[in-house]
């Protein structure tokens, strides 16, 4: 599986961006949004089920990112609003065939990884 993200840039507080991350080859259960802002560890955004679109999010993020897929375009999109600096960070989407809910949330569960994408929140 190849993936693609794009859609990062330089935004103020408050705005709103959208990222995508294109998919190509087999298939997977699920893909997923993880950002690492400097000196941080990797951390879960969110996650959709390729075929049930069933979401779940980072409280962090829930009420401001909404994750989504369209499966004619092998295409999943994180629109971020209400955007804070603390949202700076380098995104990543992943994809993989795990499908036990508790274990969505760790990196580990995922097998492919695109090349990330830069989101800067001034403030």
């Known amino acids: 599986v190849q993936l693609q993200a794009s859609g990062g840039g330089l935004v103020q507080a408050g705005g709103s961006l959208r990222l995508s991350c294109a998919a190509s080859?087999?298939?997977?259960?699920?893909m997923g949004w993880f950002r690492q802002a400097p000196g941080k560890e990797r951390e879960f955004v969110a996650t959709v089920r390729w075929s049930s679109r069933i979401t779940y999010y980072a409280d962090s993020v829930k009420g401001r990112f909404t994750i989504s897929r369209d499966n004619t375009q092998n295409t999943m999109y994180l629109q971020m609003n209400n955007l804070k600096p603390e949202d700076t960070a380098v995104y990543y989407c992943?994809?993989?065939?795990?499908?036990?809910?508790?274990?969505?949330?760790?990196?580990?569960?995922?097998?492919?990884w695109g090349q990330g994408t830069q989101v800067t929140v001034s403030s």
């Open positions: 992943a994809a993989g065939l795990r499908t036990i809910t508790s274990m969505l949330r760790f990196s580990s569960s995922y097998d492919h």
């Open positions: 080859g087999r298939s997977v259960s699920v």
